[in-house]
């Protein structure tokens, strides 16, 4: 199947600083990718969604000043979860999907960012 | 707005025993549903698809099932193994949108 990588796995950081997650698709076009953020022992709550080229938009609760997505090519979306605070400490995880996918989507294996 | 519930939330079962995962939804019109498996501190990996035209798929002792009438659909391990620990996901494609809405999950431990 199809590959999907995170950068970094692990982030601890100060509150207030920003920090940018990386998606990357390493073997398809991804015309489309989701942001998702998980709670310890909760599912996973899907935050955006972002086109190759176009403003992500956002699931309903979720500030779009805050968690900032950029998805400027079809193998590279990025968030930036910005002036984080410890709330904000949670697993990441992206997914991409392409034309070829037929409806599934391929998830990276996520970032745990800590605000401490 | 749809809904998914998974139950039962936790599973322990002794090794070689065969098991149910349930999965309910609130709104049959769907466009797909995915089991997925995810180990502690990990990403999700995909086990079966099923199509909304479809009714099961299988992966070696995986089975699911799908009843879009009824809202539901299980997931079957035969033969369970140590190896098959970890928590077990579905999600619900409501459109060609590919927005995946998830259950909370059942976390499996398989005793050996």
């Known amino acids: 199947g199809a590959v999907v990588s995170q950068h970094p796995s692990r982030v601890i950081c100060k509150s207030g600083t920003s920090v940018k997650i990386e998606c990357r698709s390493l073997?398809?076009?991804?015309?489309?990718m989701f942001w998702y953020r998980q709670f310890p022992k909760q599912s996973l709550m899907l935050m955006a969604t972002?086109?190759?080229?176009?403003?992500?938009?956002?699931e309903q609760g979720v500030e779009k000043d805050k968690f900032l997505i950029n998805h400027a090519s079809l193998t590279l979306s990025t968030l930036t979860v910005t002036s984080a605070h410890p709330e904000d400490s949670s697993f990441y995880i992206c997914?991409?999907?392409?034309?070829?996918?037929?409806?599934?989507?391929?998830f990276g294996p996520g970032t745990r960012l800590l605000v401490l | 707005k749809q809904e998914v519930t998974q139950i039962p939330a936790a599973l322990s079962v002794p090794e070689g025993e065969n098991l149910v995962l349930n999965c309910s939804f609130t709104d049959s019109a769907i466009y797909n549903l995915q089991w997925f498996r995810q180990d502690p501190g990990k990403g999700l990996t995909s086990l079966l698809l099923i199509q909304s035209s479809q009714r099961e798929q299988t992966s070696g002792r995986l089975n699911a099932s799908l009843d879009k009438s009824s809202g539901r659909s299980t997931l079957y391990i035969a033969a369970s193994q140590p190896g098959d620990s970890a928590t077990y996901l579905c999600a619900v494609m409501r459109d060609s949108s590919y927005k995946l809405i998830f259950g909370s999950g059942t976390r499996l431990l398989v005793r050996p």
């Open positions: 997914s991409a999907s392409g034309l070829a996918a037929q409806g599934t989507q391929y």
């Open positions: 972002s086109n190759e080229g176009s403003k992500a938009t956002y």
């Open positions: 073997d398809f076009q991804a015309t489309t």
